[in-house]
């Protein structure tokens, strides 16, 4: 069963980066597509950045376009979230997640596994 693994959050000052970890596993091809996704505390889970599989294409919530860059390792199954100029209301728990297939969507209904998520606060 496919399963996901983040890390790499963390306290960071306004300003600040942060790079964001998703490791897959329990899938032996590529052929699927990730998500990241941000519950502040007291809010919904939003989408906020995916990627799709094959010919990788990305997309990009308003609030994080130009900050954060999604990429990913199709050797090493890992996908990473990249993210600059943190600010406060960046704070929250950021989650990965898998849906089989080429595309990708910022949707949460379209994935079907996630990962237990990492915590992310920007702070001084």
Do not use: H
């Amino acid at each position: 069963q496919l399963q996901l693994v983040e890390s790499g959050g963390g306290l960071v000052q306004p300003g600040g980066s942060l790079r964001l970890s998703c490791a897959v596993s329990g899938i032996t091809s590529n052929y699927y597509a990730i998500g990241w996704f941000r519950q502040a505390p007291g809010k919904e889970r939003d989408g906020i950045s995916c990627i799709s599989s094959g010919r990788v294409s990305t997309r990009y919530a308003d609030s994080v376009k130009g900050r954060f860059t999604i990429s990913r390792d199709s050797a090493k199954r890992t996908v990473y979230l990249q993210m600059n100029s943190l600010n406060p209301e960046d704070t929250g728990v950021y989650y990965c997640a898998a849906r089989t297939g080429s595309s990708c969507y910022l949707s949460r209904s379209e994935y079907g596994y996630w990962g237990q998520g990492t915590q992310v606060t920007v702070s001084s």
